[in-house]
C-alpha cells in the first residue's frame, strides 16, 4: 500500500458526460501528480498541484482540470467526455517535487462508452 | 524540457539471464535517477533509484549504474524471474514535470 487513495476504482460512463476523479496523498506530502494510461500511450503526464498551487502542466486537454484543496486533496474532472478518454489515471504524491520518489495510487479505470 | 529516450522498447530474455534497460537524458538539472516497474494492471512502484554523486547502486538482484558524462543510466537485472515481467520506466523531470514516456516491456520467458 502507497498511502495514496483515489476513488472510485471503476467508472462507467457515456460520451459527453463529466466525471470527478478524487485522489488523497499520502500523510506529510505536499506534491500531487496526475497521469493518464491508455494502451498505446504509456504514462502521460498531465499536471501537478504543490501545496495547493499549479505546479506544472503536461499534455491535460482543455476538457480536464484539476484542482488541490487546502487539506491536500486533489480532483481531477475530465468533461464532454470522449471514447478516447478511456483509460487509466494515477494520482501520485511525493513530499516535495519531482526531485523525491513519487508514490502512485492504485488507479481509477474510466471506460467511456 | 527533459528529453529522454529509453530503449528498448521490448526486451525478452531467457528465465536466469540478465537484463539490461538503459535511458539516456539531455537535462542534467535533476540529480535523481529512479526506476519504476508497473505490473499489468497495477500501479508504477519505485523500485531503485540513485544519486548523481553516486555512480551505481545495488538492490539484491536490481543495480543502477549512471555515467554522467554520457548522460545515460542503466538498469540491470540478473537472474531473471518470471515476477520480473513488467513495464519499467525511467522518469525524468524538468522542473516538477516528471516524465514517464512508454517504458521498456520486459518478458522474461521460462
Known amino acids: 500500500d502507497s498511502g495514496v487513495t483515489q476513488t472510485p476504482k471503476h467508472l462507467i460512463t457515456a460520451t459527453g458526460q463529466r466525471v470527478t476523479l478524487r485522489c488523497s496523498p499520502r500523510?506529510?506530502?505536499?506534491?500531487v501528480y496526475w497521469y493518464q494510461q491508455s494502451l498505446d500511450q504509456g504514462l502521460q503526464f498531465l499536471i501537478q498541484?504543490?501545496?495547493?498551487?499549479?505546479?506544472a502542466k503536461g499534455n491535460i486537454l482543455e476538457r480536464f482540470s484539476a484542482q488541490q484543496f487546502p487539506d491536500l486533496h486533489s480532483e481531477l474532472n475530465l468533461s464532454s467526455l470522449e471514447l478516447g478518454d478511456s483509460a487509466l489515471y494515477f494520482c501520485?504524491?511525493?513530499?516535495?517535487?519531482?526531485?523525491?520518489?513519487?508514490?502512485f495510487g492504485e488507479g481509477s479505470w474510466l471506460t467511456v462508452v | 524540457g527533459e528529453n529522454v529516450e529509453q530503449h528498448p522498447s521490448t526486451l525478452s530474455v531467457q528465465e536466469g539471464d540478465s537484463a539490461v534497460i538503459e535511458c539516456t537524458y539531455s537535462?542534467?538539472?535533476?540529480?535523481?535517477f529512479p526506476w519504476y516497474k508497473q505490473e499489468l494492471g497495477k500501479r508504477p512502484q519505485l523500485i531503485i533509484d540513485?544519486?548523481?554523486?553516486?555512480g551505481e547502486k545495488k538492490d539484491q538482484r536490481i543495480a543502477v549504474t549512471l555515467n554522467k558524462t554520457a548522460k545515460h543510466f542503466s538498469l540491470h537485472i540478473t537472474e531473471t524471474q518470471p515476477e520480473d515481467s513488467a513495464v519499467y520506466f525511467c522518469?525524468?523531470?524538468?522542473?516538477?514535470?516528471?516524465?514517464f514516456g512508454t517504458g521498456t516491456q520486459l518478458k522474461v520467458e521460462l
Open positions: 501520485a504524491s511525493s513530499a516535495q517535487g519531482a526531485g523525491n520518489t513519487i508514490y
Open positions: 500523510s506529510g506530502d505536499l506534491s
Open positions: 498541484y504543490y501545496n495547493g498551487e499549479e505546479r
Open positions: 537535462d542534467s538539472a535533476s540529480n535523481y
Open positions: 540513485i544519486r548523481s554523486n553516486v
Open positions: 522518469p525524468r523531470g524538468g522542473g516538477n514535470k516528471l516524465t
